[in-house]
């Protein structure tokens, strides 16, 4: 198989890394994988992921089969070189197994042998994910995973539409994206222990098997003091960038009942995008992001109120933009941006939720000022042109964003109830070749110019691209 040049084109940020590059490419358009879901819904991340990414072949398993023509249509709209059907995955590659515990653990049941599983189970906010290469393994994980009763968020009054399952099923969904990839070009390190996660106190950590059964047995009782009560409705959130970390913020939002989403962006959809950018599509390449997304978003919530500002931030614009909105998640990929937006969140006391990705690696942190640091606290003034790699340089895997921008719609979530454990004090760091995270605690910087006790910046500056290549300031 030699790939077409519209392939290059659309694969463009896989093919300039060389741990995948062109054969890379081509061997995900020759795989094969197999999704056994709970439901339509909750698999949606994982299989927009999977095929924005180039797996040739999804075959798909639910226990709720409601939706999945729509899915289809969307799925094929977004990569015309994938196919997508529903089937019993016996000559799949390798097979994700995607619910809640109960339906886990009846999975296997499902099969008459074993193929190489990624695993992942969502329970509130909580869940996990594990990659299964040997069978007696995928028995032993099985064999301790408790009996668990549905998670709160499912008693919730009828008038509260936001549940946590929204965002487990977005991160673990991405994330099982990410793991298949790996999986199949053999690249890095797939998380063969079981990588626990907790949204709602950001906390993420690798469990052995001396710790497993432990951990799994104490989900109910962490389960039980994350319990969600909020109406989403009346909320308003900006979202500055469309691309690969607008797009999961703003899908994960629009799906959980966020009442209002201003969209910004000045581009117009690419082939180039759609290897990461899920809310667009190959019908709508050459209209303005902004205008592609309002679609998407609509499609999933008709009862979604959606500005769009099809144009780019300015000191002389972004005031008036913001003024509107309860917080704005930064989804942009160059320091102009992130730093006008910074200033402007300062002086305008809103909260600004900001991530970034680069190839495998990606960052994510809530800036809460006062109360916490800003990002000149981090980093005090715009780098120098070309000193550091851009995405368009160096590539991103296509689930990657995906994963930062879940996270950065839970972070929104929790701001805007006013519960649960944000990135306020700490920027949240993954490892996707090794799928490790970590985090690092962070503080208010006296000496800051901009926040600090005796600042040096009173009002919005001049903030100027610093990339050459017009393309390296597209908004990510």
């Given at each position: ?190 998380a063969g222990d079981f990588l626990y996660c907790n949204l709602f106190s950001m906390e993420f950590s690798k469990v052995g098997q001396a710790e497993l059964e432990q951990t799994l047995a104490g989900l109910a009782s962490v389960q039980a003091t994350t319990a969600l009560n909020f109406d989403l409705t009346d909320s308003k959130v900006l979202i500055v960038g469309t691309g690969g970390l607008g797009s999961p913020a703003a899908y994960a939002l629009a799906s959980a009942g966020v009442g209002t989403i201003g969209l910004v962006d000045y581009d117009a959809v690419e082939i180039s995008n759609l290897n990461r950018q899920i809310l667009h599509s190959g019908s709508r390449i050459g209209m303005p992001k902004v205008e592609s997304a309002a679609l998407f978003l609509h499609d999933i919530n008709p009862q979604l109120s959606i500005d769009t500002y099809h144009t780019a931030l300015s000191k002389e614009n972004i005031y008036s933009i913001l003024e509107k909105y309860d917080l704005v998640i930064a989804a942009v ?144």
């Amino acid at each position: 198989m030699i790939l077409a040049k519209e392939q290059i084109n659309r694969y463009l940020r896989h093919i300039i890394m060389p741990e995948i590059s062109g054969p890379g490419q081509k061997k995900l358009l020759e795989s094969s994988v197999f999704i056994y879901g709970e439901s339509v819904s909750a698999a949606a991340p994982a299989i927009y992921y999977l095929a924005a990414s180039g797996i040739g072949s999804i075959h798909c398993q639910f226990a709720d089969k409601a939706g999945f023509d729509k899915l289809a249509a969307r799925i094929r709209d977004l990569n015309g070189d994938v196919s997508i059907s529903l089937a019993d995955g016996q000559d799949s590659g390798l097979r994700i197994f995607l619910g809640g515990p109960e339906f886990i653990k009846k999975s296997k049941l499902a099969f008459a042998h074993f193929l190489p599983a990624v695993v992942a189970f969502y329970y509130g906010w909580l869940g996990g994910i594990q990659v299964f290469k040997a069978e007696d393994d995928l028995n032993a994980f099985l064999a301790k995973l408790p009996d668990l009763q549905p998670a709160a968020a499912a008693a919730y009054p009828a008038d509260t539409r936001v549940t946590a399952e929204v965002f487990s099923t977005c991160f673990l969904g991405a994330l099982c994206a990410m793991e298949a990839i790996k999986l199949i070009l053999d690249i890095g390190e797939t998380a063969g222990d079981f990588l626990y996660c907790n949204l709602f106190s950001m906390e993420f950590s690798k469990v052995g098997q001396a710790e497993l059964e432990q951990t799994l047995a104490g989900l109910a009782s962490v389960q039980a003091t994350t319990a969600l009560n909020f109406d989403l409705t009346d909320s308003k959130v900006l979202i500055v960038g469309t691309g690969g970390l607008g797009s999961p913020a703003a899908y994960a939002l629009a799906s959980a009942g966020v009442g209002t989403i201003g969209l910004v962006d000045y581009d117009a959809v690419e082939i180039s995008n759609l290897n990461r950018q899920i809310l667009h599509s190959g019908s709508r390449i050459g209209m303005p992001k902004v205008e592609s997304a309002a679609l998407f978003l609509h499609d999933i919530n008709p009862q979604l109120s959606i500005d769009t500002y099809h144009t780019a931030l300015s000191k002389e614009n972004i005031y008036s933009i913001l003024e509107k909105y309860d917080l704005v998640i930064a989804a942009v990929d160059n320091f102009p941006d992130r730093f006008l937006l910074n200033d402007a969140c300062f002086f305008a006391k809103k909260p600004m939720l900001d991530a970034g990705v680069l190839r495998f690696d990606g960052t994510c942190m809530s800036i809460i000022t006062p109360q916490s640091h800003c990002y000149r606290c981090t980093l005090p003034d715009i780098p120098s042109g070309g000193s550091t790699p851009t995405c368009a340089e160096s590539g991103v895997l296509g689930p990657l964003p995906g994963i930062m921008g879940f996270l950065q719609a839970a972070e929104a979530v929790k701001l805007l109830s006013g519960q649960g454990n944000t990135l306020h004090d700490r920027v949240l760091f993954l490892d996707g070749m090794f799928s490790h995270f970590g985090t690092i605690q962070l503080s208010k910087q006296n000496g800051c110019r901009l926040c600090g006790t005796n600042p040096a910046i009173h009002e919005l500056q001049e903030y100027k691209f610093v990339c050459s290549d017009e393309e390296d300031t597209h908004q990510e």
